[in-house]
Nanobody, 122 residues
Framework: QVQLVESGGGLVQAGGSLRLSCTVS????????MGWFRQAPGKEREFVVR????????YYVDSVKGRFTISRDNAKNTVYLQMNSLKPEDTAVYYC???????????????WGQGTQVTVSS
């Protein structure tokens, strides 16, 4: 079965950086649209960014544009999320997800990781 494992979360001060990684096993990584989502305490899980199977197309939610960068390495079955200029409001559990289709909307993702906590202190 397809498994996604995130890593790289942690505690960082505002203005700092973190890089999240998500490695996929048991599936055909190079065919998936990959996305990152996040869920803050008491809030709905929200979309953050997605990347096409080739890496040639990305889409970011407005709140992270210019600060976060998604990339992928199909040879390593891994997607990355570089997060710079972090803000306290970025605090959340971050989830990576894989879509067998177009990745347009949370319901279009078929496989999910367990999540990694990111905490940004002020």
């Amino acid at each position: 079965q397809v498994q996604l494992v995130e890593s790289g979360g942690g505690l960082v001060q505002a203005g700092g950086s973190l890089r999240l990684s998500c490695t996929v096993s048991g599936g055909t990584f190079s065919t998936y649209v990959m996305g990152w989502f996040r869920q803050a305490p008491g809030k709905e899980r929200e979309f953050v960014v997605r990347i096409s199977w080739s890496g040639g197309a990305t889409y970011y939610v407005d709140s992270v544009k210019g600060r976060f960068t998604i990339s992928r390495d199909n040879a390593k079955n891994t997607v990355y999320l570089q997060m710079n200029s972090l803000k306290p409001e970025d605090t959340a559990v971050y989830y990576c997800a894989a879509s067998d289709s177009d990745g347009l909307g949370r319901q279009r993702y078929d496989y999910w990781g367990q999540g990694t906590q990111v905490t940004v202190s002020s």
